[in-house]
């Protein structure tokens, strides 16, 4: 409705996780070069973390983009982490489209293992993704260290990419999750945007939306400001501040929305005293070096502008 009174030709700040809405950021971008870094070099097990809405599912969302560009590369993708381990099995079959059902678990891990050997032989590339990860249980996790032993001489025969809230990394640093822990090859963490991406962030979704060089008239720097500071730098609250704001600005008739109106969501969001986390979960473990990063992003964001078929769920085997 708000649309044609600011001429935009879609939704800006819909909340769907669409990769064709991707803003790199710097956070984003290292998580998404380790993703794909991870998949591409057989590192075996990857893992980000992130807060509730910084994008992690969206990250993923651009992974299976770019990995479905690769003929060579099947992908498992797991939502629902809340499932036992053999469901956890049966899922993961499942989604490589091998027969599932009616199987107990050593059924299920034996032809697992032998589809990743022939893949492996193929010289093919197998990948398990697993969003929601702080979800699975500890027996589950053991499955999954398990699954993470399986290799050749040389290389992993799955790459497992684990993303998750921050209490994966509290799961992963307990004892019990030791030996999975040392198994990390990549490791990284999404933090909110900082101020001047905030500013980037909600100009690029504008700009995706159809604004072209009005975006900065539709967003002054003042308001930018208020949203910064009222989402803390969280894309999900950027987003529902932003959309509220445009409706709020359409329903008075302004050209653009105000401090004044931000303050006022932010207030009815109950979004005053959020808290933001701090920088202390990686600690170093299995980073990458910025020139390794950026290196690896060039080629990424060229792929991400190849069309996609939006088809994310079922068999990509
Ligand atoms: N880098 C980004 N570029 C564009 N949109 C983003 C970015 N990061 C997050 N978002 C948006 O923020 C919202 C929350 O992202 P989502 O991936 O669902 O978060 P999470 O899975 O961490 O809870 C979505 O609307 C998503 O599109
Ligand atoms: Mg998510």
Redesign the pocket.
Known sequence: MYKSFFKLSRNPF?????PN?????KH?DEALAALYYGVRRHKGLVVVT?E????????LRCLLQLLGQSKDIAYAYLFNSTLSPTEFLQYTLFDFGLPASGKNKSELLFDLNKFLVARGTGDLTTVLIVDEAHHLSADTLEEIRLLSNLETPDEKLLQIMLVGQPELDEKLDSVGLRQLKQRIALRTQ?LPLSAEETQR?IEK?LQIAGAGSTSTQIFSPSVVEAVHRCSQGF??LI?TICENALITAYARRLPHPTVEIVEKIAAEFRLNGFCQPEDTATKGQGKMGPEQVSGILLDLHAALQQPTSGDMSGTHA
């Open positions: 819909e909340l769907t996780p669409d809405c991707f803003v790199p950021t984003h992130g509730v809405g910084t994008g992690k599912t969206l990250l999404l962030y979704r894309p999900r987003n």
